[in-house]
């Protein structure tokens, strides 16, 4: 057994000398991408740059294409490209953080018309995930501020996915309320007194939930929810899609000042573009986000549950601005906590 | 000690005491300059960042109750933390170099464990153990005992990270403090009890608070293992450096290094006091 | 009574007392009792988290265990964290001996000011120790644009992850050995000098042999520290798979992937190496000990 491993240890090193040397003496082109990405889509991206490269490699099959993918909080990811990761594309859970990329002249501050739909070729929404049977009775949003009811979400401050949930729910509060910001405020307030734990990822709060047994109801992403219930047990848990939730949509962009200095802009947006194609929506539904292209959705329809969904920039008029009002410094969610 | 030197060195105003041992430029040259390249430099680009700052917005920032509190919580466990280590760390590190016990070896090993395994996964670890399903939290559950997510469980991690200080710092000045001495004090007719207060703990003192100020150090700022553990709530058992981390996600760097400037000079003052009481007691044990 | 009055000169001859019974301990019932509480206490503080990482690495048998180990991803991760910690504990090591040599043997004015700055990396946040060189090496950074002009790179590369290593192992080997040299004062080496050795021979045939074991204890603590570092290493790598990412860092990715098992059968290597050296290191001690 560790002779196997001993052997593997000193083998992979090797390997990877030998296949530079191959590589160089090819005389052909050798081109690596990187894609900055959050932490949800690893799965989704190792299926999506294996058919990638399958496709490409008909095309160039003298060349090798490598595409190295990088996953971490969508914050501290952008940050990362912010302070010098050469990352060809970014593929980030919301628009404010490749905002701020843009911000440091790292592309062009219009990016999200670049491609259709906002830039954001599949969409996801917000879904409850309850114990199995659903015993406490989780039907709608009204629910999760029952007293006694533990609600499962991450901090908006430090995770992407947070902030969605908290939009969702104060989407729904706003609309029963007609508009109130006020009453809103109280909704969210009470939600987030039944939050025993803050993780800091999405993917903490999903463990707390699942592995710690901690809480009646987790608020996230449909497509983690799914993961979750795939990978961790399918018999422990049930999804609950409330009838009335945000359209969230992670966008995708090319780093302008990067792949021109690598010279990789063409394959970069090849890439890109790959996602809203017939193969590339496949992949994204497979994987549980919605797919925008219509002749896909109506083949995984029944995949997914049917429920009215805002955008956010209907409610709360882009980003931008959700950003400031909400999670800045002293915004509204430091005032659910101020006292 | 040789006297010649010492009565020098009193009279003298000089930087340092005169000593026959040669080397001291070089070693202490080289000591000031590496320092500087690993450690102050970087720390000054730190303090440099947060010069961008006005200083009423600084002084808002570090003064605003959510940091005053992540402070307090961050300095308190840690300190308690310590003390705690302190007191069984000791007591480990004397059966480790006093006692014959099956095992001992393992035990000796073991003791490291929280400087080999990430931060994280202790904290994973911990919090498996001791949530209300976990071994230990199922447990303290019908005690009325929470751990996990609660503060007590930021001290749970943070007597993890900081135990092997302790010991580690401990153990060698003990193995190394020759039997003699004990019998020598005993018999004298001392009893067991004058000769450890008397004879062993002054030798061990200045280690012991060596380890205490480690420990207490490497809690300040652990991040790892405690936000697994803690649970996260805004002024309850949000830890400074997860207010760092928020600022940053914030895109505000200058408040985050604002805040690490604090703990960094706080922790460099009580560092500092330690440190200095230490060489106290040191100079008076080996001078006596 | 102080420890001067009743101590034998210092120059005392060797240890041959350590082999004799020892004379005086405590009473059978204090032993027990001091061992009881202190095993309970390393069982439920370390102990257990330790089992259970193990419990839970084999959780889905041997093969997973081998799988887990075997991926190219976790293999890089390994050979990454092995580059790393080398680098990291050869540049602490000179370090150390140098510090402890000027701090211990000598007196000066400002010694705890200089000691409490050695101290510093271990209350430093491993984050801000992260963000420190991305402030300065990170293209927004005071030499980021230099270096971006002249195509070098810090962070997010293997020189950033070795800065941020050797910032947060920074005190170990030092640490280890100021409270030991301290305490063992400067007689022997004024004696040696007397006797007309020079400064170098004396610290290898007096000084070193004297702190031998603390050395090898701050190195493989620093050693054992430098693998597992996460925080500081996690601002600096960049998280590039396959690339740039140590092992913690691969235990981080493979839980995040639900990957539990595989996770913690990553984790438990770096806890077995750590373990490995630690039992390795008291049997040589041991066997010299018995040798003298």
Redesign the interface.
Known sequence: MFRRLAKALLAAPLALSLSGVVSQSAHAADTTLLNVSYDPTRELYSDLNKSFIAGWKKDHPADTLTIRQSHGGSGAQARTVIDGLEADVVTLALAYDIDAIAARGLLATDWQKRLPDNSSPYTSTIVFLVRKGNPKGIKDWDDLVKPGIKVITPNPKTSGGARWNFLAAWGYALKQNGGSEEKAQDFVKALFKNVPVLDTGARGSTITFVERGLGDVLIAWENEAYLSVNELGPDKFDIVTPPYTILAEPPVAVVDKVVDKKGTRAIAEAYLKYLYTPEGQEIAARNYYRPRLAAVAEKYKDKFAKTQIFTIDDVFGGWAKAQKTFFADGGIFDKIYSN | MGHGSVTAGRQSISFRRRSVIPGFGLTFGLTVTWLSLIVLIPLAALVLKTTELSFERFVAIVTAPRTLHALAVSFGISFAAALVNAVFGTLVMWALVRYDFPGRRLVDAIVDVPFALPTAVAGIALTALYAENGWIGSLLAPLGIKVAFTPLGILVALVFVGLPFVVRTVQPVLADLDKQYEEAAASLGASRGQTIWRVVLPTIWPALLTGFALAFARGIGEYGSVIFIAGNMPNVSEIAPLLIVVRLEEFRYADATAIAVVMLATSFILLFIINRLQQWTERRTTER | ????????PAT?PA?V??QAP??????PAV?IA??T???V??G???????V??FV?AFAKG?QTY?AA??D?DA??A??LTLIVAAISVGLNLV?GL??S???A?????G???????????????????G????????????I?PFL?ANDIKI??ALPGIV?AT??VT??FVA??L???M??????E??AA??LGA??LS??FRVTLPNVK??LL?GV??CN??A?????AVSVVS??????TNT??LQ???L????Q?AAS?AV?SL??L???VT??AK??LEKRLTREH
């Open positions: 009574m102080s420890v001067a009055e009743i101590a034998p005392a240890r007392i350590r020892p004379v005086h301990t405590e009473p032993r001091i061992i509480v202190a095993l206490f390393l439920l503080v370390i102990g257990l988290p330790l259970s990482v839970q041997w081998v180990l075997v190219p293999l890089a390994i050979r370090f140098v510090a040599w000027a701090i043997k000598f007196e000066f004015t010694k705890s000011f200089l000691i409490t700055l050695i101290d510093l990396p271990f209350s430093v946040s491993p984050v801000v120790a963000l420190v060189f991305v402030l300065l090496f990170g293209s927004q950074g005071l980021g971006q962070v997010f800065l050797v910032f920074f005190p640490r280890e100021i409270p030991l301290q305490e063992q004062g400067t007689s080496e004024e000098i007397s020079s400064g004396t610290f074991w603390a204890y493989l603590l054992a520290r693998m597992g570092e996460f925080g960049g998280h590039i798979r396959g690339l092992m913690p235990i981080e990715i839980y995040n992937e639900y539990f913690f984790a770096l806890a190496l750590a373990l630690l039992c008291t049997i």
